[in-house]
């Protein structure tokens, strides 16, 4: 059974930084990309950032390149976003998703990430 | 950005009618390797995302027939024939061609 477990939300200032985790199951998690997308409270789905499943290739919505650093550790199965310079409109759910093209068979269910002061 | 654009973004239905949700995309779909990567997802209150569509009209394993997708290059379409009340949710497409990927607005699907 294929199971994405994030972990690292929380409650961080503006202008602060937190790192999220996804710890993966069930699958080959080193043959799949994967990829993160938000939902800020009570508005649409957002992608955020995408990963290869060898990680040499990465990539970002424009409103969170040179912020987020999207990451991958395959001996622990493990995705990662490194998120640094947090705003409020980066208050959101973030979930983990397998895939990057065949993006979403997949979902975690979502760590909750609030910047506020 | 490839921008996705749905309508209606509010769809009253009636128990057993069917629905119709349409997406738009700014640019062409179909991806080099002659693919066209358009997926849908339903949303229902307070859960993750889950996919029902993927490369326009391919259904993920167990999703009820009733739900269907069509459509090519920049114009597609999510059918469900005989909408049910666990059908209530939002429901989203997206298009995984194009860097950055991106999201519909949205639709939202109501019993009337």
């Known amino acids: 059974e294929v199971q994405l477990l994030e972990s690292g939300g929380g409650l961080v200032q503006p202008g602060g930084s937190l790192r999220l985790s996804c710890a993966a199951s069930g699958f080959t998690f080193s043959s799949s990309g994967m990829s993160w997308v938000r939902q800020a409270p009570g508005k649409g789905l957002e992608w955020v950032s995408g990963?290869?499943?060898?990680?040499?290739?990465?990539y970002y919505a424009d409103s969170v390149k040179g912020r987020f650093t999207i990451s991958r550790d395959n001996s622990k199965n493990t995705l990662y976003l490194q998120m640094n310079s947090l705003s409020v409109e980066d208050t959101a759910i973030y979930y983990c998703?397998?895939?990057?093209?065949?993006?979403?068979?997949?979902w975690g269910q979502g760590t909750l990430v609030t910047v506020s002061s | 950005d490839v921008v996705m654009t749905q309508s209606p973004l509010s769809l009253p239905v009636t128990l057993g009618q069917p629905a119709s949700i349409s997406c738009r995309s700014s640019?062409?779909?179909?991806?080099?390797?002659?693919?066209?990567?358009l997926s849908w997802f339903q949303q229902r209150p307070g859960q993750s995302p889950r996919r029902l569509i993927y490369k326009v009209s391919d259904r993920d394993s167990g999703v009820p027939d009733r739900f269907s997708g069509s459509g090519s290059g920049t114009d597609f379409t999510l059918k469900i024939s005989r909408v049910e009340a666990e059908d209530v949710g939002v429901y989203y497409c997206?298009?995984?061609?194009?860097?950055?990927?991106?999201f519909g607005q949205g639709t939202k699907v109501e019993i009337k």
């Open positions: 990963i290869r499943g060898t990680a040499d290739s990465t």
């Open positions: 998703a397998k895939g990057t093209v065949h993006l979403g068979d997949y």
């Open positions: 997206m298009q995984g061609t194009h860097w950055p990927r991106t």
């Open positions: 640019q062409s779909l179909v991806h080099s390797d002659g693919n066209t990567y």
